[in-house]
């Protein structure tokens, strides 16, 4: 968007002719960006230096009350490696990180690509509850789910019954860790594809016509079309998409938290409620300020492909 | 460009909207309020106690608002990490007697005047001992809980049982004939048990004559995997076999109280407050009343009861606090004789052994007097609330209740985990 932007401004400053006014005109994106620049600064990097800063201190209870930590060099870091129970935690954040984040752009592309098929009013009503799922906060969602999957009276469990799938009368779905994160999955797949699918559907629109029809007139099967001419074409908005997935479900807590009445059993830690739980339920928060920089080095990575991708896009326009 | 200038805007907006929050919070020259914060159990169960205090906190001081917060006790410890941290902490809060040690160790609370307070020389010891560290106190007891068995005597008549249960052998026999005759319903409890409830389940613990961790040369060492441990837990296992809670879930979520209020448990183990509140109009079911006793929970010995746990509340003031006296005298009006006599009649054992013959005579508190004649309290350990808040004990119950792992293994790893909580820091 700000390359939009930007290549709308260049031309008409080309045409000024008085140097004061040139000298105005340099500045002013430096002006205006100073409050973005001081808002950024202000909410992110101060808060981003504390908590770099408290991750090289001890800092418990009795440091919190007094405001003020005791430097202890690399302990927390040395601590949580050595801690095996971190490494799970790695583990299966990662794990299920790549799980989330692969089904989501595979079945959001799917949905898109059926959106080009289907007739109009079928594609409006599917957009519509795209949207709508779109359009439900976080913690509403999760309770519903959470009445879904209730033990005792969730639908889910009367549905699978009644489908003859077996007896899942007072099935619980959180005892064994693999069933809920099951249900963790889909939850996070369900609320992430709508985004994802109208992105991808967008960009779809965008392929020109004629370069699918001549591949097509070349004998072209559809999947080699869409391999060989959408996805290339396309691989701005899937890298984007990727990282950007990649970065929200890497971070998820709200809905583990929500679903298990926060007490989560440690089956159910990922490293956001690792660091949560280490902060704030056994108040050591120096290591937990370790474990969320951590987190904030692998998010970093992340970041650095969806930079890469943004800076290149901004070069082709 | 339009898009720019209005993107400046807005961040300039933005700015001068947080300046001005941050600015309205700080004002506190002179207090007009005082921030009170209760846990819901006072909401829902002894609403009229805090309105009494409240009045009589406004006749002493009419200029001063009484703002009270209800807080659950899942998050508020948390809540109140960070209000410590951001210096906007409440004036007076609720701990539970469990949670207080961490915080006195680590200086969170101003030290008070035992003389001050009403009916202090008669404060139930148990309460006043979790509000003393090193000789100081910091807190003021606010009332104590014991725990029995809450149950249906209809059905247990119909099922034919013809009086309580004197030892834990009969009460399985019970329970056995409670799923005889109302089993075939999925959905029934002839004991409810959530998987989660340590409460209930340390109990057996503490009966067998075990506990959670001992201390022995200065280092604490937990004890849940000793033969005694394990035949406790081996046996709250098979009384879990008498329940269809859920297997994952606790006793407040949802409210045990209230599940039975729905007709499809037996009996459950819950504080005396939760007797009314099972026949609460609003969410309860007054249909009820009538159909409820209560007993104290037998012991594997026949004719003792199990122990219980010493569940309470005390009431403290933050340090970070400028309203010091306010909030004395605030807590001076909550825990006054009619205050705690209201406290009381909710199902609860007031703080004071001035008020105990209040409870045993009347027969829906009587059994949970009797229950608090033998409790068994947390190991006394800065660290203790760490090991509730690393939910040790829950995971473990988990587990047994699932059958995810054996009783021994998942008693070893939470005995461990213990062991190296309990002395961390020491």
Redesign the interface.
Known sequence: MASV?ES??TPASRRRRFSRRRVGQAAAPYV?LT??A??IG?VLAYPLYLLVKMSFEKY???E????KGRWIGTANYASIFHDGEFWHVVLRTLVFTIVCVSLTMVLGTAIALLLLQVSRWVRIALTTGLVLVWAVPVIVAVNIWRWMVD??FGVANWTLTKLHLGDF??H?W???PWTGFGVFTLLIVWGAIPFVTITVYAGLAQVPHELLEAAAIDGARPWAIFREVTLPLLKPIFVILTSLSIIWDFQVFQQIWVM????????YYTMAIYAF?QS????EYGLGAAIAVVMVLFMFMATLIYLRQMLRTGEVN | ?K???L??GL??A??AV?ASTASGGTSRSHATKIVVWLQNDAQNGWPEAVALANRNFKAQHPDVDVDVQYQSW??H??KF??A??G?DAPDVIEMGNTEMT??M????FKSLTQSAFPNSATWLQGLKGSCQFNGKLYGVPYYAGARAVIYRTDQYKAAGIKSAPKSLAQFMVDGQKLMKKYGKD??YSAVYFPG?YWYYAMSFVYDYGSQIAIRKGGKWKGTLNTPRALAALNQVKRVMKLS?A?????EA?PQQALVFAKGKVGSFVGNGWEWPYALDTKVGNPALDGKMNAYPMPSHLRGKFMPTFLGGSDLAIP??TKNQGLAADWIKAFTSTASESEIAKAGNIANTTKLLSFNASNPKLAPFARAAKYSWFVPTSPNWT?VE???VL??ML?KIA?G?ASVRAAATSASNQITR?LNT?A
């Open positions: 932007a709308g401004v205006l409050p973005a001081a808002v202000l418990g209870l009795f919190l009350i007094r405001h033990y005792q009368a007072r619980d959180f005892a064994n298990l009445d926060a007490r989560p059993s440690s089956d739980h704030f339920q056994i108040s | 460009m898009v720019r200038y993107a400046a961040l300039v933005m700015l947080a899942g998050t410890l948390t990490d960070a410590l941290a210096g961490k915080y160790a680590a200086g969170a999925g959905n989660k269809r859920s297997k994952t879930g606790d979520n340090v970070t760490n808040n690393a939910n829950q995971n988990v699932t995810r909580i820091g």
